[in-house]
């Protein structure tokens, strides 16, 4: 069935480094891509999304690539800080079906000061 | 800015009990999604509505859970009775798809203890 698997479960970075997750999606009908960041005992909130027409999309310090040939796609995140420790989500869906949401198993940040 | 609202925010029963939950949408948002999110997993989905109906319950276990949207607006997800398994987070989201949006935005969530 559909899946997406997610890597790695944890990161812990210096802060001002960078921070790259990586997710790997099986449907290939999948073309919209969101990324989720869940702080703790909070709701989800979306950071940036790509969709299959395009190969990267930026957000100040947050980007994501796609490669819809290895139909794998990648958070960036550059300079980090303290404020981006959270756990990660990312989905893949279908806008030609019921547009559900695959979500991946989460990646935990942890930005050291 | 308008959120998707959840009550109760944490709820603890004894196993066999039963359990309700309760979603208030994005105003003017069709789509409603419960999802169950286990700890240290990605969110689960259990059912979607389009409006009032059903387009997805392929994961929703039946025997003990059922979700109503009767007027399109607000949602129920009830467990009938619970199960020590059924510890969880409890999600709600909802969109704009067929409005020109598929994303979805998430509620703070209720969280389940049985007991």
């Known amino acids: 069935g559909e899946n997406v698997e997610q890597h790695p479960s944890t990161l812990s970075v210096q802060e001002g480094d960078s921070a790259v997750i990586k997710c790997t999606y099986s449907?290939?009908?999948?073309?919209?891509f969101p990324w989720y960041k869940q702080e703790l005992g909070k709701r989800p909130q979306l950071i940036i999304d790509i969709r299959s027409n395009v190969g990267e999309k930026k957000d100040q310090r947050i980007a994501v690539t796609l490669n819809k040939t290895a139909k794998h796609f990648s958070l960036h995140i550059t300079e980090t800080q303290p404020e981006d420790s959270a756990v990660y989500f990312c989905?893949?869906?279908?806008?030609?079906?019921?547009?559900?949401?695959?979500f991946g198993t989460g990646t935990r940040l942890k930005v050291l000061a | 800015e308008a959120e998707v609202a959840q009550s109760p925010r944490y709820k603890i029963t004894e196993k066999s009990q039963a359990v309700a939950f309760w979603c208030d949408p994005i105003?003017?948002?069709?789509?409603l999604y419960w999802y169950r999110q286990i700890l240290g997993q990605g969110p689960e989905l259990l059912v979607q509505f389009q409006d009032e109906s059903v387009v997805d319950d392929s994961q929703l276990p039946k025997d003990r859970f059922s979700a109503e949207r009767l007027k399109g607006v607000d949602s129920t997800l009830k467990i009938q009775p619970a199960e020590l398994g059924d510890s969880a987070m409890y999600l709600c989201?909802?969109?704009?798809?067929?409005?020109?949006?598929?994303?979805?935005?998430f509620g703070p969530g209720t969280r389940l203890l049985v007991l």
């Open positions: 105003s003017g948002h069709a789509t």
């Open positions: 989905a893949a869906s279908s806008t030609s079906g019921t547009y559900k949401y695959i």
């Open positions: 449907d290939s009908a999948s073309n919209y």
């Open positions: 989201a909802s969109s704009r798809i067929g409005q020109g949006s598929e994303t979805q935005y």
